[in-house]
T-cell receptor, first 118, second 112 residues
Framework: AQKITQTQPGMFVQEKEAVTLDCTYD???????LFWYKQPSSGEMIFLIY??????QNATEGRYSLNFQKARKSANLVISASQLGDSAMYFC???????????????FGTGTRLQVTL | DGGITQSPKYLFRKEGQNVTLSCEQN?????MYWYRQDPGQGLRLIYY???????QKGDIAEGYSVSREKKESFPLTVTSAQKNPTAFYLC???????????FGPGTRLTVL
């Protein structure tokens, strides 16, 4: 079974500063993918970034980067130069690939609420 | 514009009634999913479909039913057997089951 843990229920960051949102995971599957989604107050989930378990380099997408430490089973999201529009809930999720029965399933953490202040 | 639409945005239902939530996508994605989100929680998978006329139960399928008669459409029926149906329901799709999922705007269901 897969499990995602997000230990920070809420975080504050000042505008233009960088912030790290923590995510640890647990799986016995050797092949898996890690995802980060943003959920603004409107409710829709916005895909941010993806990291495959065999990827050699950390994923980056604009101001988002994923600090992937495989041995520690962590996949922290780093947001650089925070903006007011970054205020939202952030969810870490994982998919395992070896077991075809679970390949479709994304397992989500409980999320971190980020508030960007002036 | 390509995307996923869900309707209605807000839905109210009396206890004992079945209700159907709509999900349509024009992204030509093969796979579609339904998730439920409760306050302060992550998303939990209700049902998913990898291809037309095929679907599988997720982690919390009891009290729900789905159909996948067309590639673009994956409606979810919340039946009277679902004990605590009040929640936020999100539909998603992906090119295949191995790709990132894209989500619709959600439907907030309240049982009165």
């Amino acid at each position: 079974a897969q499990k995602i843990t997000q230990t920070q229920p809420g975080m504050f960051v000042q505008e233009k500063e960088a912030v790290t949102l923590d995510c640890t995971y647990d799986t016995s599957d050797p092949s898996y993918g890690l995802f980060w989604y943003k959920q603004p107050s409107s409710g829709e989930m916005i895909f941010l970034i993806y990291q495959g378990s065999y990827d050699q380099q950390n994923a980056t997408e604009g101001r988002y980067s994923l600090n992937f430490q495989k041995a520690r089973k962590s996949a922290n999201l780093v947001i650089s130069a925070s903006q007011l529009g970054d205020s939202a809930m952030y969810f870490c999720a994982m998919r395992a690939y070896e077991n075809t029965g679970t390949a479709s399933k994304l397992t989500f953490g409980t999320g971190t609420r980020l508030q960007v202040t002036l | 514009d390509g995307g996923i639409t869900q309707s209605p945005k807000y839905l109210f239902r009396k206890e004992g009634q079945n209700v159907t939530l709509s999900c349509e996508q024009n992204l030509n994605h093969d796979a579609m999913y339904w998730y439920r989100q409760d306050p302060g929680q992550g998303l939990r998978l209700i049902y998913y479909s990898q291809i037309v006329n095929d679907f599988q139960k997720g982690d919390i399928a009891e009290g729900y039913s789905v159909s996948r008669e067309k590639k673009e459409s994956f409606p979810l029926t919340v039946t009277s057997a679902q004990k605590n149906p009040t929640a936020f329901y999100l539909c998603a799709s992906s090119i295949t089951r191995y790709n990132e999922q894209f989500f619709g705007p959600g439907t907030r269901l309240t049982v009165l």
